[in-house]
């Protein structure tokens, strides 16, 4: 899995305005003090990793372990991808 | 995108006694004598409740251009008019009945015949609740209530949906009722949101309302937008006699948060206009000049 590309998939799906993939740190929190993402953000990265990846994520608890950082998101996506 | 000026909630005021009060008088007294008693009351509310007054005359002054002292009295019929909504709320519990005109249900029926899931949007104009009495989908459909209303609030609210087919989920800070919306739309079903609070996000979207700028918060839009096939609907439900509601019922055109929330300004700016005196967000919604 590519981080850049991951990174490149978050901005445009959150429609973050001012961010480029290298303000993102690969082990940085997504959620609070990292990125600053909130709880509509975790949504639609529910959303993304759906369409990009055809993952549907089983409840709040796996959304949480999964968004932690790019990373994780990376290791994630790259364990349960179905395209 | 900046975060709005005002945390306030729309909390419903009251006691529980008093609202169960309301409910047992409404049983046996006209509704008509209490709007009239309402008349009165309404005037110490508006002194004593100095920070919505203030924000209401600020809406006429700005919004409307009203001049300084007719300003005060379209405050007051402002306040009459939400005193009698919230007694017609008390009023239905009570098992008391209004005439309610609905136009644009076909939407909802077609909304209902599709597989995907329905977001309807709405604000705090009018008599939203009033909605879940004659819009009936054939989908479960899910409403969020505010965590911080009174339990007994709640448990009223949550019963009388529930009476009527509508579901609930209670907003809180959690992650959970999050996960259940994408729950709720993956499974084709119909969502109704405020989209004048906050909700899950503290971002805003800026759009013209009325002529001039506000900042509506992003959370409902985003939601709207997340799934492309998504239907938007907006509702608004609004008192047109002492005994009678209008129910509207819009489709909302766009393809992201943006552009719903553009879309949503277009019709909260029709029916502002045609009910200036049923807009019951009491703090200062518009960016100042």
């Not at chain 2, 705090?124 to 009174?150: D, S």
């Not at chain 2, 959970?176 to 709720?184: A, D, G, K, P, V």
């Not at chain 2, 409902?220 to 009678?244: D, N, Q, S």
Request: overall charge neutral.
């Amino acid at each position: 899995m590519n981080n850049e590309l991951l990174k490149q998939q978050i901005i445009e799906a959150l429609n973050l305005e001012d961010i480029t993939p290298a303000d993102i740190q690969d082990d940085a929190p997504l959620f609070g003090e990292g990125l600053g993402l909130d709880s509509i953000d975790a949504l639609e990265l529910f959303v993304l990793l759906e369409k990009q990846y055809g993952i549907k994520l089983q409840n709040k608890e796996e959304g949480k372990q999964v968004f932690q950082s790019v990373n994780k998101m990376a290791e994630y996506i790259e364990q349960h991808r179905t395209k | 995108m900046k975060e709005p000026a005002s945390k306030w909630q729309g909390k419903t005021d009251g006691l529980p006694w008093m609202h169960r009060s309301l409910v047992w008088m409404l049983r046996y007294i006209p509704v008509d004598v209490i709007y009239a008693v309402m008349d009165v009351v309404i005037v110490f509310y508006m002194l004593f409740s100095r920070s919505y007054t203030k924000a209401s005359y600020h809406y006429f002054r700005t919004i409307h251009r009203k001049r300084p002292i007719p300003a005060v009295g379209h405050v007051y019929l402002l306040f009459r008019q939400f005193g009698q909504v919230v007694i017609d709320r008390f009023a239905v519990y009570a098992g008391k009945q209004f005439e309610i005109e609905l136009e644009g249900n076909e939407l909802v029926v077609e909304a209902m015949k599709k597989e995907e899931g329905c977001v309807m949007l709405s604000s705090h104009v009018g008599n939203y609740e009033m909605a879940g009495y004659v819009l009936r989908p054939t989908k479960p459909m899910y409403a969020i209530m505010f965590g911080g209303e009174k339990q007994f609030v709640l448990e009223n609210r949550k019963r009388e949906l529930e009476r009527n087919g509508i579901r609930t989920i209670v907003s809180d800070d959690e992650w959970s009722y999050l996960y259940s919306i994408h729950q709720i739309l993956q499974e084709g079903n119909m969502l109704t949101l405020f989209a004048d609070r906050n909700f899950g996000s503290p971002k805003t979207i800026r759009a013209t309302i009325l002529g001039k700028e506000a900042n509506l918060p992003r959370g409902p839009f985003a939601v709207a937008g997340l799934y492309e096939h998504t239907t938007v609907l907006c509702a608004f439900v609004m008192k047109e006699t002492k005994h009678k509601y209008h129910v509207y019922v819009r489709q909302l055109k766009g393809n992201n948060a943006q552009s719903y929330a553009r879309a949503f300004a277009d019709e909260l700016t029709g029916v502002i206009n045609k009910y200036p005196h049923q807009w019951y967000n009491f703090f200062e919604f518009w960016e100042k000049d």
